[in-house]
C-alpha cells in the first residue's frame, strides 16, 4: 500500500524566511509520480509540481525549490523569501504509474498549514 | 476556460436526504475521480472512472454512487445522507496517460453538511 507522511501539521514563519515542507512516502512500485499542491484559504487545490521515479534532479522555479531524493523516499518543499501570500495548506501526493483498469490514483499526506505572518 | 465544474459550492442536508453533486470537465480527459477532504486526513479517493462507462471503487465507498454515461461528466450521489458524510468533495479529471499527462486537476470543491 501506498502511504504519504507530512510530519509537520503546522508552520508558521515570518514574512521573507525561508521555510522548508517535509515530505516521506512509502511504495512498493518501481514507477511513481510525486505531486505538491497548494490549497490557499479559499478552499480550491492548485497544481504545483510533478516529478516521476527516474528523474531525481531537482528543480528551481520562482522561489520555489523541490528536492527529490529516492534514497530517503523524501521529496520536500522548500519557498525561499516567503511572501503572506504563501499561506495555505500544501499537499504532497503519490501516484503510481497509469494501469488500464485503476487510472492512477493519488494518494495524499494530511497536509502542512503554513502560515506566513507580515 | 472552465477546466473542473464543481456543483453546487454548499449543501446543506438532514440525515436521510439524497442528492447528485455534479462534476463536469472540458478538456477531454479519460479519467476522472470524486476524493473527499476532512479535517487531518488529506483526501481520500472515493470512487473513479477510466472512462465512459467504467467506473470502481476508491478507498472509502461506502454511502456513495457513481455513474459516467459520458465523457464530460462524473456525478457523485449520496444515497442516504449521514452525518459522517459531512465533508469537502473534489472532483479531478486527467488524461488517462502514464507519461506526461497524468496530472489531476481539481474542481473548487462542494462543502457538505449533513445535519
Known amino acids: 500500500a501506498q502511504k504519504v507522511t507530512q510530519a509537520q501539521t503546522e508552520i508558521s514563519v515570518v514574512e521573507k524566511e525561508d521555510v522548508t515542507l517535509d515530505c516521506v512516502y512509502e511504495?512498493?512500485?518501481?514507477?511513481?509520480?510525486l505531486f505538491w499542491y497548494k490549497q490557499p484559504p479559499s478552499g480550491e487545490l492548485v497544481f504545483l509540481i510533478r516529478?516521476?521515479?527516474?528523474?531525481?534532479q531537482n528543480e528551481i522555479s520562482g522561489r520555489y525549490s523541490w528536492n527529490f531524493q529516492k534514497s530517503t523516499s523524501s521529496f520536500n518543499f522548500t519557498i525561499t523569501a516567503s511572501q503572506v501570500v504563501d499561506s495555505a495548506v500544501y499537499f504532497c501526493?503519490?501516484?503510481?504509474?497509469?494501469?488500464?483498469?485503476?487510472?492512477?490514483?493519488?494518494?495524499f499526506g494530511e497536509g502542512t498549514q503554513l502560515t506566513v505572518n507580515p | 476556460n472552465a477546466g473542473v465544474t464543481q456543483t453546487p459550492k454548499f449543501q446543506v442536508l438532514k440525515t436521510g436526504q439524497s442528492m447528485t453533486l455534479q462534476c463536469a470537465q472540458d478538456m477531454n480527459h479519460e479519467y476522472m475521480s470524486w476524493y473527499r477532504q476532512d479535517p487531518g486526513m488529506g483526501l481520500r479517493l472515493i470512487h473513479y472512472s477510466v472512462g465512459a462507462g467504467i467506473t470502481d471503487q476508491g478507498e472509502v465507498p461506502n454511502g456513495y454512487n457513481v455513474s459516467r454515461s459520458t465523457t464530460e461528466d462524473f456525478p457523485l450521489r449520496l444515497l442516504s445522507a449521514a452525518p459522517s458524510q459531512t465533508s469537502v468533495y473534489f472532483c479531478?479529471?486527467?488524461?488517462?496517460?502514464?507519461?506526461?499527462?497524468?496530472?489531476?486537476?481539481f474542481g473548487a470543491g462542494t462543502r457538505l453538511s449533513v445535519l
Open positions: 479531478a479529471s486527467s488524461y488517462a496517460d502514464s507519461l506526461a499527462k497524468n496530472i489531476q486537476y
Open positions: 511504495t512498493r512500485d518501481t514507477t511513481y509520480y
Open positions: 501526493a503519490l501516484s503510481e504509474a497509469f494501469k488500464e483498469t485503476s487510472g492512477s490514483r493519488l494518494t
Open positions: 516529478r516521476n521515479s527516474f528523474d531525481e
